[in-house]
Every structure is written in structure tokens, then in C-alpha cells.
């Protein structure tokens, strides 16, 4: 990395200049950032520019593919065919503002010509016609303009909330455009889904991929949660049974007695940035693969959809394995996301797929369903050096797995699940021995965004414990973490040790205290949904409280403590399980929403969250939140509905827990916390004695691709899920849950029509 004095508009300038990379194709490509310290106006902003690629179609509907100059300053983005910096007469071919509505996508690696870009789709959320691609050669490059949009959305906002006509004159400038047939395609305002995704392309495909892509990975952009919740929390034992090479390999023996198959799971650290790890493992080039997988070193990609989902074939020959000598081949899907804490979940899944029938000559063999993790460990060391913990777990039914994990003789070492877990073994060798993987990060382009080497607060949202009927390993995350982090374990522990497990605080200052409660008789509100008299009931949802959630404490902003989340500040009175032709918002002005019963308008005040679920039909899960006493003019909660979009985007926070379910699903779902303004868009609705927040989870192919796993197993799940206002200063703490829901083992036939 390179530093120099350079001047800027009105003053000096600052630069910071990576060094230089090479694309695939042998092109040059730069990314900097620097700060200006011009004029009043412009002093302090940052400048990212560098190299890009606009891709899109023209108006004959071919690809094209233009090398081009992107320049950003605060608020502010051109194009240009140049650098301005090395030819000062060049002028922009679009420039324009990047307003508050605009939402950031990486939509993953697509091939366009002969070159395999991570592209990153930009669009209007208030109008998605309204939108372009740019992309780039490596994930590196293509987080950090993510990373650039994201500062000039922060920019626009910050100039709206100045007192003025900040507004006005914003409104008055162009939104910065892209032309979408032959290169207008407009992307006006405002960033808002941060949710990326590696390599490959997402979902969708062959009908023979359809069920299974369903069942794997519509993670809807929720974010990570795994866990347990309910009245005895017990926790999972992972346990390491050997220690290989650096490579810890654990097995969950909470359930050891059950006969049932082994959750097992191979744990290292490797020197590298998530995105290096994620790159090596999705990579399907040979030469590569063969100096650290023994397995599947030999790939064809056969299909890629949507930018986080793939199918490949590959061969392999067993005699590394087995004395037999036949030659075995396989299929598999593989669909990765990102989380908002930046760490990566691949799933992979046994897959047929049309281009490669059974061959002769050779014995079609199932790769066992697995999960990869890739998790930063960014901020837990005093070196620059980037480290993350990689996980690869699977599910072992094999007899000589017992037999091998008591340092007997056994052949499991001659078995596909031990060539599964040597992989990570062989991947933290192979990257530690290639330094030239790695990428290269700059401190000064990108700061920590956990200070003093702390955890996202997301990270420990759920209480995970063990699955009442599947084999259940969502502790995994939990305990790894625990173990590799230190420093979030020991707030962790301070923070439960020291509160006892004890509930939020007192919220009755949400709410107006001089005000004498009705009763909110929940028995007049019939949803389509039923409520469950207990756990046993299917079809189902019932009231599980909060205590199964861990949310931000009073002390928070001091030492990251939390404590265990109370009753709910609002009473759930009904939910709705609606399937609508497309997806609807204002539901709550509908004549079948319980807001225009009679009862409902009695209510002081009513929180309406209505899911959209992307799907064939599309659903609408509607939960109807209802409070004793009108909310206090000087809470929170009042500043959250009535305050503007981009502040609720910012606090509106939900925490999933998978209760009961097939692991995959788990991995898949997670336990953190997630804010879904900046993972999906979100609508809000405020009239009368009600807010409704419309979910569209549609709106983000992973959260689609997730969402779809999850109805894949849907009438086998039980899941949690808590609603709350992300508290930020020492005033909002502690944190309190405004409402939650345990929805259980869903049945999709069981929907009515909105309008039937």
C-alpha cells in the first residue's frame, strides 16, 4: 500500500492507495480511498474511486461489458471512460447523487465473456425497475464499494436530518443513473441490503433442482440463528474426540444414547480473510482443487442461478479410499450467503441434474448433505494479520466412526465422511503455504466495525440448546465461538453471571404510565392461524415470551454485556397465514384485518408485521401485536413510529430461533439477530391506532433462497422469533422485546385467500 499528498477540490487531499491487482484477463484494476479537506462543504469527506465493470444489456438485448472509472464523494458519483487523475480534461459520461431509497446488492460471481466477475446489483427500492449492475474481479473489491455506496447513502442521510432546506435542494440534484437497455438504468436512491454472497449464481434451474433448492437455502435474509428456546434450556456437548494437524474434530454426545447418527464437525483457524476461504473452497479449478482436496478435486460447474447457488459434478477415484478400484462420480448443489456479520454458511447437498446422467463405467455415490462456516475473526488479535474459524460439519452414520474416535483400528479413514472433514485440514495448509491468496486488507479503507476486538451484538441473539426431535447442532456456532473468542465469551459470561439470567428491566416507560391499563382480551381475535394450547399442537402458534433470547443490557455500551430478554412489552392477539397472487402491503386496511374489527379499534395501539413470503403461491404471515395503554410520547417506541423510514430501517431488529428441525435448516437459519431494514425492504404504514410494517422477503435472492429451504421443511419446524428496537445510546438501554411468536410445524395447504 501506497500513501501520498495530493491536491483536492479547494484544499488537499489525503490518498490512500491499494496496490495494485490484475484481473483474470491481465487489466489493470485500482481501488482507493481518501479524504478530502476542502472547502466547508466537502472538508472531511471521503473519496473512493477506482476501476469497475458496467455490465448490462443493450437494447437488441446484447450483454456488453465496459471497463469503466467510478468516482464517489460523499454524496456524489461519476463515471468516467478515464481516470480523472491521470487525464484532468476527462469529463463524466453520468454523474449524480446516491440517495436514501437506493439498495446494494452482490448478487455473486456471473461469467461474463470469458471472465468470472462478482457483480453487485443497484436499484430504487421504491422503484426496482430502476436498476444496473457494476462488478469486479474479486469479492475483496466488490465488498468495498459495497462499502463506498454504503458511506454515500450515510452521506445523503445525514445531509436530510440538517436543519435547512437540505431536502429540497437534495431532491433538486439527479439521482445518479445507469441505462438499463442500452445503459439507463437508474439508480436513484439509497443504499439498504448489505447481504452478500460469493460465488456462483443463486436459485432457480432445472426442474429436478426445484424441490431440493427449495429445501436448501432460501435463508431469507434473517441472518444466523440457531437454537433452543423453552422451559429447560440444554445446551449441546460438543466434545473433541481428536485433534489432527491443527484441525479439532468434535462430536455433539448431548444426545449420545439415542442411536441416532453423529453430528460431527472439523474446526480450524486459517490465517485469511472470509472471502479468500470462500473463493478456495467454491473454486472448481483443478490444479487448484488437487493440492488440498482429496475428494472433490476433480469439477465441473454444470449450473449456476441467481449468484449464491450452484450444481457440480465431479469424479473421483477411490483407491485413495478403498481397495476397490471402480471409478465413482457424484452430483451436488452448493448455495452460500453472507450474514450481516460478514461470515459466510455454504450448504451442500446431494443433487441430480439432467447435463450429467448415470455413466458407464462408473458408480454413482451420494455426497453426504454438509454446512461449511466461515467466520471473521477480525479484532479478537493485536496483529493486522486477518484471521477466520472455519467450520465444516456433517452428519455421520458410518459404525467405524466409533470405533476410529477411540484411536482403534477401524476403516473410517478409508470412508467419504473422513475425506469431508480432511478437507478443512487440507484447506488451512494449502492457503497457509500460498500467501499470495490471501487479500490483502487496509485499516485505514476499512475499520473494524466491532471496536476493542468485540462480537457483533448479533452474535449471540438466540439461546441455542439442544432440538427436541432432529439431531440438532446450532450450539455449534455457539461453542466454537466460545471457544476462539474469548473475549465476547468472557462478556458473555460476565453478562449472564451477573444479571442471573434475570429479565429485562422494567418497560413500562414505553408506555404512557398515566394511563390505567385495559385488558386485552385476545379470545375476540379468531386469525386465520390458530393459537395452540401447547407445544404438542401443530399447525399452530403460541406465546413462548423472551427468555429464550439474549438481548442488549444496560451496561452494553461499557463491556457488551446482555442479559435475557422479559415479557414482551405487547400482547400477540392473533395471526393471520394468508396466500395472496402477489405480494400485498397495507394488509391492515384489508376488511379481514383484526385493525378494522371493532375490537381492534378499541385498541390503544397495534403493531402489525406482515411477512411476505416469496413462493408458488405467494404467503402472508401477519402478526398482530396489541398494547394495554397509548405508547409515551417520550420513548423510544413513539420516536421508532413516527420517526422516518431510514431510522426504522437502522433499529428494526428480528431474532430467529429454530427450536425444533433438521439441522441443515439450522445452519442455514442461524441465531443473530438481524436488522431487516438492511437485509430486505421494508414498508411502514402508520395511521390511526396502528403501524404496519410490510417484510419483503422476496426482495433478496438469498432471503429468498433461505426462505425456501425453510418451507421445504416447514411442517416439521418449530420456530421462534422476537421483534425489538435496536437500542444504540445509553438512554434506549436495556433493551427490551416489544413481541415474539413460536410458530409450530406450519402447514402451507392450511392458508386461506386474502380475498377469497
Known amino acids: 500500500m501506497e500513501t501520498k499528498a495530493g491536491s483536492g477540490e479547494g484544499g488537499t487531499e489525503s490518498e490512500v492507495r491499494l496496490d495494485n491487482n490484475y484481473n483474470r484477463s491481465g487489466s489493470k484494476h485500482r481501488y482507493r480511498r481518501s479524504m478530502s479537506s476542502g472547502g466547508e462543504d466537502d472538508k472531511g469527506l471521503l473519496i473512493y474511486s477506482g ?20 468516482y ?39 461469467k461474463v465473456g470469458n471472465e468470472e466477475l462478482y457483480t453487485i446489483q443497484l436499484y430504487n427500492r421504491l422503484d426496482e425497475t430502476k436498476k444496473g449492475e457494476i462488478a469486479c474481479t474479486t469479492a475483496e473489491e466488490s465488498k468495498k464499494w459495497i462499502e463506498a455506496f454504503d458511506y454515500a447513502k450515510n452521506q445523503a442521510e445525514y445531509e436530510l436530518s440538517r436543519v435547512g432546506g437540505a431536502r429540497n435542494k437534495l431532491s433538486m440534484e439527479a439521482d445518479f443513473e445507469l441505462e438499463s437497455h442500452r445503459l439507463v438504468r ?122 449464491n447457488y450452484d450444481v457440480v459434478y465431479g469424479t473421483y477415484d477411490p483407491k485413495y479410499l478403498t481397495r476397490w478400484h471402480s471409478k ?39 455426497i453426504k448433505p454438509s454446512t461449511w462456516e466461515i467466520r471473521s475473526l477480525d479484532g479478537t488479535n493485536d496483529s493486522n494479520t486477518e484471521k477466520c474459524l472455519v467450520t465444516h460439519m456433517l452428519e455421520i452414520h458410518s459404525s467405524g466412526w466409533g470405533k476410529w474416535k477411540k484411536n482403534n483400528n477401524s476403516k473410517f479413514e478409508k470412508t467419504i465422511p473422513y475425506a469431508l472433514l480432511s478437507q478443512v485440514a487440507g484447506l488451512k495448509e ?42 440438532d447442532d446450532e450450539d455449534s456456532e455457539d461453542e466454537t465461538e466460545k471457544e476462539e473468542k474469548p473475549i465476547k465469551d468472557k462478556t ?37 392461524l390458530q393459537k395452540g394450547k401447547d407445544d404438542a399442537d401443530t399447525n399452530c402458534w403460541t406465546s413462548p415470551g423472551g427468555t429464550g433470547f439474549m438481548i442488549r443490557g444496560k451496561t452494553y455500551l461499557k463491556n457488551s454485556a446482555k442479559i435475557t430478554g422479559g415479557l414482551p412489552l405487547l ?68 420516536k421508532f413510529l413516527d420517526g422516518t423510514d431510514e431510522f426504522r430501517d437502522s433499529r428494526f431488529k428480528l431474532i430467529p430461533s429454530i427450536v425444533e428441525g433438521y439441522w441443515m435448516v439450522k445452519r442455514a437459519v442461524g441465531t443473530k439477530g438481524c436488522l431487516l431494514g438492511k437485509a430486505v425492504s421494508c414498508k411502514y404504514f402508520r395511521q390511526d391506532n396502528f403501524l404496519e410494517i410490510d ?35 445509553e438512554a434506549e438501554l436495556p433493551e427490551y422485546i416489544l413481541g415474539s411468536v413460536r410458530l409450530n410445524r406450519v402447514r402451507l395447504e392450511s392458508a386461506i385467500p386474502l380475498d377469497g
Not at 460438543?238 to 460431527?264: H, Q
Not at 454458511?345 to 447435463?355: D, S
Not at 487479500?439 to 462480537?455: A, I, N, T, V
Open 492 to 528: 458473555v459470561s460476565s453478562a449472564i453471571s451477573s444479571s442471573g439470567l434475570k429479565q429485562a428491566s422494567d418497560v413500562n416507560k414505553e408506555l404512557d404510565p398515566s394511563i390505567t391499563p385495559i385488558h386485552v382480551d385476545a379470545s375476540q381475535f379468531n386469525g386465520s
Open 186 to 307: 437508474k439508480y436513484a436512491s439509497g443504499l439498504k441490503k448489505l447481504i452478500r454472497r460469493g460465488h456462483g449464481q443463486g436459485l432457480g434451474g432445472p426442474e429436478t433442482l426445484t424441490r431440493q433448492s427449495s429445501t436448501l437455502g432460501n435463508s431469507g435474509s434473517f441472518g444466523d440463528f440457531e437454537g433452543e428456546f423453552g422451559d429447560a434450556v440444554e445446551a449441546h456437548e460438543w466434545k473433541c474426540v481428536r485433534t489432527i494437524n491443527g484441525v479439532r474434530i468434535l462430536e455433539d454426545v448431548s444426545d449420545a444414547k439415542s442411536g441416532k447418527a453423529s453430528l460431527v464437525k472439523a474446526v480450524a483457524l486459517v490465517d485469511a480473510s472470509v472471502d479468500t476461504v470462500l473463493e478456495v473452497i467454491l473454486n472448481t479449478d483443478r490444479q487448484k482443487r488437487y493440492q488440498w482436496d482429496m475428494l472433490t478435486g476433480d469439477l465441473e460447474l454444470l449450473d449456476s442461478y441467481d449468484g
Open 571 to 638: 400482547k400477540l392477539i392473533a395471526v393471520d397465514w394468508f396466500k395472496v397472487d402477489k405480494a400485498t402491503d397495507k394488509i391492515a386496511l384489508h376488511p379481514k384485518s383484526h385493525v378494522q374489527s371493532e375490537a381492534g379499534k378499541k385498541l390503544p395501539f397495534v403493531l402489525v408485521i406482515n411477512l411476505e413470503i416469496p413462493a408458488k403461491p405467494n404467503y402472508s404471515l401477519v402478526l398482530y401485536y396489541a398494547a394495554d395503554r397509548p405508547v409515551n410520547k417520550d420513548s423510544l417506541l413513539e
Open 695 to 729: 417484510v419483503d422477503i422476496g426482495s433478496s435472492s438469498v432471503a429468498r433462497s433461505v426462505i425456501g429451504l425453510v418451507l421445504g421443511y416447514v411442517t416439521s419446524l418449530v420456530v421462534d422469533l422476537a421483534i425489538l428496537i435496536e437500542a444504540n445510546e
Open 328 to 366: 465413482k462420480d457424484f452430483v451436488f448443489s452448493r448455495q452460500w450467503f453472507q450474514g450481516q456479520d460478514g461470515s459466510y454458511t455454504i450448504l451442500q447437498f446431494p443433487a441430480v441434474h439432467k447435463k450429467r446422467p448415470p455413466r458407464n463405467g462408473y458408480q454413482r455415490t451420494t
Open 430 to 471: 494449502y492457503i497457509g503455504a500460498n500467501p499470495s491468496l490471501k487479500c490483502e486488507s487496509s485499516s485505514m479503507f476499512r475499520q473494524s466495525k466491532h471496536p476493542d476486538g468485540e462480537l457483533p451484538d448479533e452474535f449471540y441473539d438466540a439461546i441455542s440448546g439442544a432440538s427436541c426431535s432432529t439431531t
Open 72 to 110: 464517489i464523494k460523499g454524496k456524489y458519483v461519476e463515471m468516467h471512460r478515464r481516470d480523472p487523475e491521470e487525464n484532468p480534461g476527462s469529463k463524466p459520461m453520468r454523474k449524480g447523487i446516491i440517495g436514501p431509497s437506493l439498495t446494494v446488492e452482490e448478487t455473486g460471481i456471473r
Open 51 to 70: 476501476w469497475v465493470y458496467h455490465v448490462g444489456n443493450n437494447s437488441i438485448g446484447h450483454e456488453f461489458c465496459h471497463h469503466r472509472f467510478l
